[in-house]
């Protein structure tokens, strides 16, 4: 089989053909050596940490907190149980990188699993599996099996006395489970409705536990890390923003897909990576980081380089490194009402602000794409945005206020026309004025 | 109501967890309940909320909080296409409009035969395989051209 292509600089998905996922392919990828050098080395836990640390690896799943802060917040001397959690629940609107990790490459996770336990002194872990991924899921069973037949997972690892063993949880449809206190009520058997921080999952996380909750990506990252050190990891980005990150790229490209570039590495050159625009069309704007990042227009975005950093200079996030990317024919307030939607299906009900803020935020733009929007409806929306951002428990109330804010403000000329003239600007049709998807998938 | 299969099944999902937290098993327990009978009724809710020591209404919480439970009998297939942005930019919507119509059904709704449900999805998280759908909640079927809705259904029907 060829190899699937990520891009020159793919670390995590560097050598994979979609079939060697297994651990004996995974072996000879260099896979679980950086476990071995561990435990044959007897390297102190703190420096494991230290080491991620000096990597500057910061969270993939959306916030981008550094890892190796966060793994350090356990505490090291706590007699009882402590917990491990993956956070492999991807439902970010454009994020579908997790899903290619689990698949092709199932091991590299389950090795940085292991090394993130060893690091914090934790002997149980849960990967929380997205519901929507079945295969994905029965995959990564089958992988945990040879990684426990391996010796890697269980009792004495490797002939040490250190202990871990690693169980797959397969989500059911809640995007909100994403969030890692609405997760862990959730492997606890409970609706995934996010819970007051403080206390952090450091101090009562799990069944009331300290527990780490890390991305997928974050985890897969690390074996690398532990084999080739911390700074040749941060060398492959950028200060502040270590190594490579797996853009999910999709809407209107040639190529959509996942590219596995170094941080720093400028919007344009991913663009060119995935193909460039679909049918030569002009680039209108791009949601940088997952549908809950503020939306940037095209002249903006051409100019700015993919690393946490640049991308909030630019006034975005990097989020999940979900590029959504939408030519000239996409009608901005039709997109903006599809994310409302989502929002407002998604809200999981606790707090007011957002289960009502959500509903007003779609029935509005609704409205306003339906031809009854009124002049004082922009105002509104801003209105509405401002008291939900920050009134919530958790960050879904800002993931459903900052993009319409974002929309809103970067096009509000098109909002006004709607209002106004009570149809569509660009196009009447709908999300763009061909049905680009059916002729790309006739073709394929 | 549950086959020895199913609590077998049930069985080694409680394994994952400790002895005294049965109830993180309620998400895989009602899956595996649907597997085998279709959609979740009273009845079977409450013999899992037996079966693992909950108070029934914390199942039916549960039942009721993820979508993808069915809360009632749905057609042999249940197809449940993304139309979230990222699909619907590259025909997600179109995938949808064009299932609507060759069935002949709404969203939520199922076809008079009883054969599919046609449900509206949301993120699945393979938007670079737009347009998605799932069947069943376990097949995804990727880049779906009207020429693989049309092959896809032709299979389906004939099961």
Redesign the interface.
């Known amino acids: 089989m060829s190899l699937l292509d990520y891009g020159p600089d793919a670390i995590i998905m560097a050598g994979l053909d979609g079939d060697n996922w297994r651990l004996k392919d995974y072996e000879k990828r260099r896979g679980y050596e950086a476990l071995r050098k561990i435990i044959g080395d007897k390297i102190p836990p703190e420096n494991v940490t230290n080491e991620v640390k000096k990597s500057a690896l910061r969270g993939r799943g959306g916030a981008g907190f550094p890892a190796g802060l966060k793994w350090s917040f356990m505490p090291r001397q706590y007699a009882g149980?402590k917990y491990l959690v993956c956070n492999s629940d991807?439902?970010?609107?454009?994020?579908?990188k997790?899903?290619d990790i689990l698949r092709y490459n199932p091991h590299i996770l389950i090795e940085g699993m292991i090394i993130a336990g060893y690091a914090m002194g934790i002997a149980v872990g849960?990967n929380y599996i997205?519901?929507?991924?079945?295969?994905e899921y029965e995959r990564f069973e089958e992988a945990l099996e040879e990684a426990r037949a391996a010796g890697y997972l269980g009792r004495n690892i490797l002939g040490s006395e250190f202990c871990f063993e690693l169980?797959?949880?397969?989500?059911?449809?809640?995007?909100i489970c994403g969030e890692e206190t609405a997760l862990l009520e959730?492997?606890?058997?409970?609706?995934?409705q996010p819970r007051y921080k403080p206390p952090f999952p450091a101090s009562y996380g799990l069944?009331g536990k300290p527990t780490t909750v890390n991305n997928t990506e974050t985890l897969a990252a690390v074996p690398y890390i532990l084999r080739e050190g911390g700074e040749a990891f941060l060398n492959m980005g950028r200060p502040n923003n270590g190594g490579t990150k797996i853009f999910?790229?999709?809407?209107?490209v040639e190529r959509?897909?996942?590219y596995e570039v170094r941080l720093g590495t400028p919007f344009a050159k991913l663009l060119e990576l995935a193909g460039g625009m679909r049918g030569g069309k002009k680039l209108k704007g791009v949601i940088p980081g997952g549908?809950s990042m503020p939306v940037l227009s095209a002249d903006v975005m051409m100019q700015t380089d993919l690393d946490y950093d640049s991308i909030a200079k630019a006034g975005s996030m990097l989020g999940s490194g979900?590029v959504?990317?939408?030519d000239e024919d996409?009608c901005m307030v039709k997109?903006a009402e599809?994310?409302a939607y989502?929002y407002f299906?998604?809200s999981?009900g606790q707090c007011t602000p957002c289960r009502e803020g959500t509903g007003w935020l779609y029935r509005v733009i609704h409205r306003i794409e339906h031809g009854q929007g009124r002049p004082e409806d922009l105002d509104l929306l801003l209105n509405l945005a401002d008291n939900i951002q920050g009134r919530t428990i958790c960050a879904l109330g800002d993931a459903a206020a900052m993009p319409v804010r974002a929309f809103v403000k970067t096009y509000r000329s098109e909002f006004e026309y709607h209002i106004e003239h009570k149809r569509c600007m660009v196009n009447p049709g709908?999300?763009?004025s061909r049905?680009?998807?059916?002729?790309?998938?006739?073709a394929? | 109501m549950l086959s020895e299969q199913s609590k077998s099944r049930i069985d080694r999902e409680l394994s994952k967890y400790p002895v005294d937290q049965k109830q993180s098993a309620v998400m895989a327990a009602l899956a595996i309940a649907q597997d085998e009978h279709g959609w979740l009724s009273d009845e079977l809710m409450d013999e899992i909320a037996h079966y693992l020591g909950m108070p029934p209404i914390a199942v039916y919480e549960i039942a009721t909080f993820y979508n993808m439970y069915n809360l009632k009998p749905t057609g042999s297939h249940k197809v449940t296409v993304c139309t979230n942005l990222p699909c619907a930019l590259s025909g997600g919507v179109e995938a949808a409009e064009y299932l609507k119509s060759k069935l002949g059904v709404g969203f939520a709704e199922t076809t008079a035969d009883g054969k599919f449900t046609l449900k509206e999805g949301e993120c699945m998280g393979a938007c670079g395989d737009a347009p998605v759908l799932l069947v069943n909640n376990k097949r995804m079927c990727s880049f779906m051209s009207r020429e693989k809705l049309d092959r896809l259904i032709e299979e389906l029907s004939r099961k």
Not at chain 1, 167 to 175: S, V
């Open positions: 149980p991807e439902g970010e609107p454009g994020t579908f997790d899903r849960y997205h519901g929507e991924i079945w295969t169980h797959a949880h397969h989500g059911f449809g809640a995007y959730s492997i606890e058997g409970k609706k995934g069944y999910s790229v999709s809407g209107h959509p897909g996942n549908s979900a959504i990317v939408m996409t997109a599809r994310l989502f299906e998604e999981c709908g999300y763009s049905n680009p998807g059916l002729e790309l998938a006739a394929e």
